[in-house]
């Protein structure tokens, strides 16, 4: 627990000095944030604001037809002006003569109508033929049977619109809200749906003909419709037939303050280019750390899969917490004339944003994973952010599935999230607790509380797919696994392989060309029939090996033999094509992640933090590999000494000669008490001077360890090697110690010696064989040389 926890603060010091020293993208990242919300604020401050009056509205007459009898005192019909064009068919149901009577009204006054059987026959005429017909008007089915109307008590008929089988504009009608819940936004114009889709109307002459039906004294003659209209009128005025009028509710005084009314979506598009550097810099830093095998590396050198995303999770968190809370100091405080958010529950604002937060830099991290490039990444990056206002603007007429769904984007769902703030500042009621779940408008029934569960839900979504896409889904370097991984008990239970150092598939080389094995010595590493094959290219075909701990093994071979693919395959950079390794006594094909603790590595191409100083690699690296805190510091000392770093300490990577890099690369693999070192062409660009001082750090430190080295030169290996392997065309020709080769090829050193006149051969040959028993002397006119194996 308290070894995670110390990793993620070593991890987390290392990004902050990375992000510190590269000043320009921090720039960006403060400014956008800064200038966006003064703009904001610049901008609502001097929009002001207006008082306005309650407005008490006219009463009008419920039918949108002209039927002054209905309603004499007020001919004047609202949206008059606007003659709605809608169809005249009105259907009924059930089929009966008396409500047929009753529905004669409707003709009277320009319907047409029409019966159908049933209820269900009504509902499914009515979805055929939404667009040419006005409404349904639905009795109860038992009224079929009905034969005198007059004594029933309850009457009962829906009157069914479109709207309720989804064909209309509105969709939802929330007849349960006493007034429209969008309040805030000003008194409303023009007339009322209820009233211009014709329903009051329609409500008002079927309650009219209700009245007839019970009367019974009026006989309608469709035949002369306007004689049966001056007869309902007549028949009004003697019954004195209440007048029917309508009114909308008073509206209050209000607030007009310009903000939040002028512009909402586009609130929520500043917010998105105010954070658009600090998501570019943050998968530009996430996809280079890959590209430059950095990342790769540091996990070989023992960071854990979960703990490397964590890691970033923590620092990005932590920063676009950092500008978040400048962004919200200068919009929520009351620091300017008009905050943006003056009505909302400041905690409820708060929590919203730092959910978001999480999920967006959860999303970063599943969107960098996705890609092997950090150009490629960062403008992939930059359309997401822009796909994400587009996806805001085509659900936000949505219903509430489509609209969580698209909630599934963080951007997206804070797009929404911001627009229900703004509806309810809009009501100059703010969002609180109370109205958390609740949906701000009727026809918006997404609430804040919904987006932040679905804000809640992206950071595991997106968490796991960021580590699972890895996992699958490999760039360049680094083992990647099944789809289907988390399902096989191998992954979760590896098994350490305990056979023997028997070497298997050898069969290869030639007869004599592998020394026996070395008896009482541990294999360190055993690598069984590793092959890797690129296109039509075998980098390395067959090769079965044993290294042995405390012993240093030395791979020679010409360029392109297979020595580096050995060594990317041994530290899990890349995958075998087949065949595999044990090290440690885990096999490198499933059980990598246990693997790296304890593996030092040091590629032919140097992999360095370029701003991170020669001491720091060395304490960020000996801390990954868990060396104790107090050793850390003698263990720098030493290395730093040894390599004569001591005056280049403080230098940052980016500022060290070629030579010095490498000898820094070479330093990091070692240091840590790394069980397995693998050293890649360490010598290669290093003056003699430091070649030799390498050779003797090697030889001091390989007790202890398994130590595998890369070389094209024969004088290292013969120095260094206590096994030599060489390998040609990725295949392994020879193995065994440096004695054992030189006597299999016959060339040890020679000793040639310019013969004078007088020279005693037998002498010198004598004297020779004292030294060096198996010498072995070759004659020359000239000269005499000697064989000294
Ligand atoms: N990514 C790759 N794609 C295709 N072929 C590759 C790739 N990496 C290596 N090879 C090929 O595999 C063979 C072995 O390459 P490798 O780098 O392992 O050799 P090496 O012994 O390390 O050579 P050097 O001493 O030059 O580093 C070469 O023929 C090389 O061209």
Redesign the pocket.
């Known amino acids: 627990m308290w070894g995670g926890i110390n990793l993620l603060l070593l991890l987390q010091w290392k990004y902050w000095i990375l992000r510190i020293r590269s000043p320009l993208g921090m720039t960006c990242d403060f400014l956008f944030v800064i200038v966006i919300a003064v703009i904001t604020l610049a901008r609502n401050s001097t929009s002001g604001g207006t008082w306005h009056e309650k407005t008490i509205y006219q009463p009008f007459c419920a039918s949108t037809k002209p039927i002054p009898y209905l309603c004499p005192n007020n001919t004047n019909f609202i949206d008059s002006s606007r003659p709605v064009k809608h169809p005249t068919r009105i259907i009924y149901s059930p089929e009966n003569p008396h409500l047929a009577k009753i529905m004669n009204i409707f003709m009277v006054f320009g319907y047409e109508v029409e019966p159908k059987k049933n209820r269900k026959a009504l509902e499914a005429y009515f979805r055929m033929n939404a667009s040419t017909t006005l409404a349904g008007i639905q009795f109860d089915d038992s009224y079929s049977k009905a034969t005198d109307l007059r004594n029933m008590k309850n009457f009962k008929a829906s009157i069914r619109f479109p709207a309720e089988i989804g064909q209309s504009s509105i969709s939802n009608w929330a007849t349960h809200e006493l007034i429209e819940r969008e309040y805030g936004a000003g008194p409303p114009q023009g007339s009322s749906s209820y009233y211009k889709e014709e329903f009051l109307s329609l409500q008002q002459i079927l309650g009219l003909a209700f009245i007839f039906s019970r009367d019974g004294s009026i006989d309608l003659d469709l035949a002369h419709l306007n004689e049966s209209n001056s007869k309902i009128a007549k028949w009004v005025e003697s019954k004195r037939f209440p007048q029917m009028y309508m009114q909308r509710f008073p509206y209050g005084e209000w607030w007009d303050d310009k903000g939040p009314r002028t512009a909402e979506s586009l609130y929520s598009l500043k917010f998105l280019c105010a954070l658009l550097p600090f998501v570019a810099n943050t998968v530009k830093w996430i996809v280079l750390e890959k590209e430059r095998q950095l990342k790769e590396f540091i996990k070989i050198m023992g960071l854990s899969t979960w703990m490397y995303w964590l890691s970033w999770f923590l620092q990005c968190y932590i920063y676009l917490l950092v500008l978040m809370t400048i962004f919200l100091i200068l919009m929520l405080a009351p620091i300017v004339k008009q905050p943006i958010f003056p009505y909302s529950n400041s905690s409820i604002v708060l929590s919203f944003f730092l959910v978001y937060s999480a999920a967006l830099v959860a999303f970063i991290l599943a969107t960098s994973a996705l890609f092997p490039k950090a150009t490629r990444a960062v403008i992939c990056s930059i359309v997401f952010r822009i796909a994400a206002f587009a996806l805001f603007n085509l659900v936000s007429t949505k219903g509430m599935a489509v609209q969580l769904a698209a909630c599934l984007w963080p951007d997206t769902a804070i797009c929404i999230g911001l627009e229900i703030i703004w509806k309810y500042e809009k009501q100059t009621e703010g969002c609180q607790r109370h109205n958390l779940f609740e949906p701000v408008t009727h026809e918006r029934n997404t609430s804040l509380g919904l987006v932040i569960l679905m804000l809640i839900l992206d950071i595991f979504i997106y968490m796991f797919l960021a580590i699972y896409i890895e996992a699958i889904y490999p760039s360049e370097f680094g083992t990647h696994y099944p789809w289907n991984f988390l399902c096989k008990p191998s992954y979760w239970r590896p098994k350490r392989d305990t056979e023997s150092n028997d070497i298997r598939d050898n069969k290869r080389v030639r007869s004599g060309f592998l020394e026996a094995e070395p008896k009482g010595l541990k294999a360190g590493v055993q690598i069984k029939g590793l092959t890797k094959v690129?296109?039509s290219?075998t980098?390395v075909d067959g090769l079965s090996l044993n290294l042995y701990e405390n012993q240093i093994t030395v791979l020679l071979?010409r360029?392109?033999?297979?020595?580096?693919?050995?060594i990317s395959m041994l530290s899990g950079m890349i995958t075998p094509t087949s065949g595999t390794a044990i090290l440690n006594g885990y096999d490198i094909r499933r059980d990598m992640r246990f693997l790296r603790k304890c593996i030092g590595i040091c590629p032919?191409h140097n992999i360095l933090y370029d701003n991170l100083t020669v001491e720091e690699h060395l304490y960020f690296y000996s801390r990954i590999k868990a060396l104790p805190k107090k050793e850390i510091k003698a263990e720098i000392k030493s290395y730093l000494v040894s390599m004569e770093f001591t005056n280049k300490r403080k230098k940052q990577a980016k500022s060290l000669s070629g030579g010095m890099k490498r000898k820094l690369c070479i330093c990091i693999a070692l240091c840590g008490n790394s069980k397995i070192v693998m050293l890649d062409?360490p010598t290669s660009g290093l003056d003699p001077n430091n070649r030799r001082k390498l050779w003797d750090l090697l030889l001091k430190h390989r007790t202890g360890k398994t130590i595998l080295l890369?070389t094209?030169f024969m004088d290292e290996a013969d120095v260094l090697g206590d096994r030599i392997a060489i390998?040609a065309g990725?295949e392994l020709k020879c193995c065994g110690s440096s004695f054992f080769l030189k006597k299999l090829y016959g060339s040890g050193y020679i000793l040639v010696i310019d013969k004078g006149p007088r020279c005693d051969v037998p002498k010198i040959t004598a004297l020779l064989k004292s030294s060096v028993p198996e010498v072995q002397g070759r004659l020359n006119n000239a000269s005499r040389s000697f064989g000294l194996n």
């Open positions: 690129y296109g290219t980098a071979g360029n392109g033999a297979g020595k580096t693919t050995t032919q062409e890369t094209h390998m990725g």
